[in-house]
């Protein structure tokens, strides 16, 4: 495995800030500096090679960081031997580096939105993001004031103090006017200063909280600032935005503005970045609603949690934009810059044809499918977000009774932009009897029957094109033909030009939730999907399987399962066949195959 260059790696130990009293609001603001601040230092820094890795993200005994970085730290890795030294401080880390930076961005605190700005600008001119405060004992003071005292380049904020954006009057050094909302008003000026004058790169968006997380610490868990998540998006110089996509009702958090200002700032800000991109690439958004502090009836809005997850998904879909997504559970992610510079190489599946399938019993000596089984497969999910593959491998993946039975895991091969040792791992480590597929919906998540229409009003084209090429790339370089789910949502089930362009890149099969019935489509089977395994309990969960199975006409049957162990996978399996003996389980390329088959056989 090719090493990471020569330069020291610089390590700071962030954990010590989860052991903090979280209920005291000075702590948090603390916490929450610190961890901007190195975020948009590692963006910066960690942009043409992996200088600076921070340990912080646990997820329950599993020190993710720590876990990850062990694995590559072990002989012949692709970090062993690189010098390291240890960083215990911010300002130490900002010291160090200060040649690489060209100042600072100072925000408002008492704007929540201008930290998300602040994130975008430092990306874009290479500055760290610090918050304006006054005390002695702020980093603003001892990384302004005192200390290395950084320039400030960009004030989001007086220099007094007071709000620089006050949701009246004209936009600040702009001739637009103010929308009324100062939390929208950062967003206009950021599309006016960055984004209509070319600065900001549209092919890549973070949709993470903005400070108003330091006033509902504990309604997540306590990582869930997702400030870590940034480095990657700052790094590639992307833009930021906490918005909330409903146009029928004021923001949960900015209930004086007028309905739907938020979503309105939303879709200029994507159209802007389709724009950037001329239409002909996709943007990728890393996030997911934050449903747990805003925008749904959790926040006192009149949405639901998955209602809200997949209006977003529709809005994004008419802007070629889809979401690796870091959801609400295990969605903080660090050090996604550092590692983007991990090698990977072009992965390969086998898969099978009628003759073996003839061999194993599977096809009659007529040349027939045989039916007199109930043939099964699960989707193992959700990995459609680099965050969840990042904090679970440890414990899924590396379970030891994973190899004993056939597994289709479905994870997305767009990851690989900001977890690329976690998936080349997961494929160097796989048994014989592991399979893999795109998690919903290909190589990101937004609604394909939506991207295959013109869209008038939003004044963009060729969606479905731009989609197709995006995750043929992905699918060919990690040897994926299946797609595993297909999110419709409320968007329009997929017609002849999305089902023309999965064939491309998907041609041994989709599993769409709005497919009107089992068919062929260029000679790609497309299997509607079916019910979700959610119990716990294995019992519970096999009686659910062969009831349903029991239901339907058709011998072939999809379930999806989320963060399920290869332990309970077994169990289910083992019960459901002792329920109905006639239960087989295949894996992935006999499934899909003999599927093929019995769709021909059936014309």
Not at 28 to 51: C, E, F, M, Y
Not at 246 to 263: N, R
Not at 266 to 291: D, N, Q
Request: hydrophobic letters at 35%; a positive charge; glycine letters at 6%.
């Amino acid at each position: 495995m090719g090493m990471a260059g020569n330069k020291r790696i610089v390590y700071m130990d962030m954990r010590p800030i989860l052991n903090a009293d979280y209920t005291d609001s000075i702590t948090v603001l603390d916490i929450w500096d610190k961890l901007h601040t190195i975020a948009t230092l590692q963006g910066i820094v960690n942009r043409s090679s992996p200088q600076l890795y921070i340990n912080y993200v646990v997820n329950g005994d599993i020190a993710v960081d720590s876990y990850w970085w062990n694995k590559y730290r072990s002989k012949g890795m692709w970090l062993h031997s690189r010098d390291t030294m240890s960083c215990t401080s911010v300002e130490k880390a900002v010291s160090m580096f200060k040649n690489q930076l060209k100042g600072a961005v100072v925000y408002d605190s008492e704007t929540a939105s201008t930290s998300n700005v602040a994130s975008s600008i430092a990306g874009i001119d290479n500055l760290i993001a610090i918050r304006y405060d006054k005390r002695k004992e702020s980093l603003y003071s001892r990384l302004i004031t005192n200390g290395p005292k950084i320039p400030v380049k960009v004030w989001l904020v007086n220099k007094d103090g007071s709000p620089v954006f006050t949701g009246k009057g004209l936009l600040p050094g702009c001739s637009r006017q103010s929308s009324g909302s100062k939390k929208c008003d950062p967003y206009l000026w950021f599309i006016e200063t960055y984004m209509k004058t070319g600065r900001c790169d549209g092919r890549y968006a973070g949709y993470y909280l903005d400070q108003s997380w330091r006033k509902k610490v504990h309604n997540a868990p306590l990582n869930h600032h997702q400030l870590t998540n940034h480095d990657f998006f700052i790094s590639r110089r992307g833009f930021f935005f906490d918005l909330s996509p409903w146009e029928d009702e004021a923001a949960t958090d900015d209930m004086l503005q007028t309905a739907g200002t938020d979503a309105a700032v939303l879709k200029e800000m994507l159209k802007e970045a389709y724009e950037l991109k001329k239409g002909r690439e996709m943007c990728y958004i890393g996030g997911f609603p934050a449903w747990a502090y805003k925008y749904t009836k959790h926040a006192g809005g009149k949405h639901g949690d998955v209602e809200t997850e997949w209006h977003f998904s529709e809005l994004i879909s008419h802007y070629n934009a889809f979401k690796d997504a870091d959801a609400i559970g295990y969605g903080a992610l660090a050090n996604a810059s550092f590692w983007q510079h991990f090698p990977t190489k072009r992965y390969r599946q086998r898969w099978t044809d009628k003759q073996e399938l003839q061999r194993k019993g599977l096809v009659d000596s007529n040349g027939k499918v045989r039916t007199d089984r109930q043939y099964i497969i699960i989707y193992m999910g959700d990995y459609d977000a680099s965050s969840w593959v990042s904090q679970r491998t440890a414990d899924i993946w590396d379970a030891p009774e994973r190899g004993r039975l056939p597994i289709m895991w479905c994870i997305s091969p767009v990851l690989s932009e900001r977890i690329p040792h976690a998936l080349h791992y997961i494929r160097q480590t796989a048994t014989t009897n592991d399979y893999f597929a795109a998690a919903d919906n290909g190589a990101g998540y937004m609604i394909p029957g939506i991207a295959e229409h013109e869209d008038i009003r939003c004044g963009t084209t060729n969606r479905i094109d731009t989609w197709a090429a995006h995750c043929q790339h992905y699918y060919k370089k990690w040897g994926l033909t299946v797609s595993g789910f297909i999110i419709d949502a409320n968007g329009p089930a997929m017609q002849k030009r999305a089902l023309d362009a999965y064939s491309k890149f998907s041609p041994n099969g989709i599993v769409p939730q709005k497919t009107p019935h089992r068919l062929l489509h260029n000679n790609m089977p497309i299997l509607p999907s079916d019910w979700d395994l959610v119990d716990d309990d294995p019992k519970k969960a096999a009686k659910v399987l062969v009831d349903r199975l029991h239901a339907r006409p058709v011998p072939f049957h999809w379930y999806r399962c989320i963060l399920k162990t290869p332990a309970w996978y077994e169990q289910v399996i083992q019960e459901a066949q002792r329920l109905d003996p006639s239960v087989m389980l295949l894996n992935m390329p006999d499934f899909f195959e003999l599927y093929r088959m019995w769709l021909k056989e059936k014309g």
